[in-house]
């Protein structure tokens, strides 16, 4: 079978090889990969930058989807021909994150996707939202999970505001999610034109931060002078002191990712008189991506798809997701 694995750490390293076809254990589902989406993990793992140790070589990649072919005596949660999607946090089935349960995700440190049949325990995998092919179900595990545990956290209600920086995977799930909970919804970018697709999708009001490096402000004008009840903190360090301007009191700051840096210097005084929540969020468990596949499926999203690649053009996802110019996900498609 086909398969890319990464032999060292790097882009120019990511080999397409020819593997044994595996066969499932008594728990485990074989599943023929169909597609996959690219996360900004996926290339730390690659770079070798990723928060944990990965052994060499590994297929990467940590979300995918596809139908399976064949379940081992003691699987319950499945059946050949079920359409399924991975899911990355392979132990963490309900409630809290607990510590022994780290260092099990898909795609690094365990094997990813990029391979035509993979092998997974039950709990490993998710069904599929009816509604949606693999290519699209496959954006899901990690950036639709994490928008929608930051809302469900944040407990979102009609009337209130969000404010999206950036328009990539998470932050347009979160606008979709926002305003299926009649929220309004303020996204930040550098492109004008980023911002009227953002429109388009029911954004309220669109902000381009190059322009208006100062957008903290305009936020809290945008939101009746008071600041947004919720900030989808995707960038880090370079931006999570002008978040906490932009949130109002009591509001929630869900810091995901570190793209602006990892190490950040915050003004304690408006944290504390505004009574801010800071939060760290990574995906959530299986029951809580249970349940959003259940109101994807209400609500027939639709998820966003800059550009589709082929199986051998894992390298060209890769650099067009380092470079920042998508608009929603990137998607690998097994049979291109």
């Keep these: 079978m086909r398969a890319i694995q990464l032999s060292a750490f790097g882009l120019d390293h990511l080999d397409l090889v020819d593997l044994p076809a595996p066969r499932p254990g008594p728990r485990e589902v074989l599943v023929r990969m169909e597609a996959a989406s690219l996360n900004f993990r996926d290339h730390m793992v690659v770079n070798g930058d990723l928060y944990r140790g990965v052994p060499l070589p590994i297929a990467p990649v940590s979300d995918g989807a596809g139908t399976v072919l064949e379940v081992g005596e003691e699987v319950t949660r499945f059946k050949p021909g079920d359409h399924v999607t991975t899911f990355c946090k ?9 510590p022994e349960w780290e260092g099990t995700e898909i795609g690094g440190p365990e094997p990813g996707v990029m391979r035509e049949l993979a092998c997974f325990d039950q709990y490993s995998l998710a069904r599929a939202p009816a509604h949606l092919s693999s290519v699209q179900a496959a954006t899901l595990p990690i950036a639709a999970l994490t928008a929608w545990q930051i809302l469900e956290t944040a407990h979102v209600t009609a009337g209130q505001s969000v404010l999206l920086l950036g328009t990539g995977g998470v932050a347009l799930f979160a606008l979709q999610f926002a305003k299926a909970r009649g929220a309004r919804a303020i996204v930040l970018s550098s492109s004008d034109e980023k911002l009227e697709r953002a429109k388009a999708l029911g954004a309220d009001v669109g902000i381009n931060y190059k322009t208006h490096p100062q957008w903290g402000s305009l936020v809290r004008e945008a939101s009746g002078g008071t600041g947004v009840d919720v900030v989808v903190e995707t960038i880090g360090a370079a931006t999570l002191a002008r978040s906490l301007e932009a949130v109002r009191m009591h509001g929630f700051i869900a810091v995901l990712g570190w793209i602006g840096g990892s190490e950040a210097t915050l003004p304690l005084t408006p944290m504390v008189l505004k009574r801010v929540r800071l939060q760290g969020i990574s995906v959530a468990s299986l029951e ?49």
Excluded: C, N
């Design 288 to 336: 809580t991506h249970e349940q959003m596949v259940v109101a994807i499926e209400a609500i027939s999203l639709q998820p966003v798809i800059d550009h589709v690649y082929g199986f051998a053009q894992l390298r060209e996802a890769f650099e067009q997701l380092v470079a920042g110019r998508h608009f929603g996900k990137l998607a690998i498609d097994f049979d291109r």
């Design 90 to 98: 392979s132990r963490w089935i309900a409630g809290a994150m607990r």
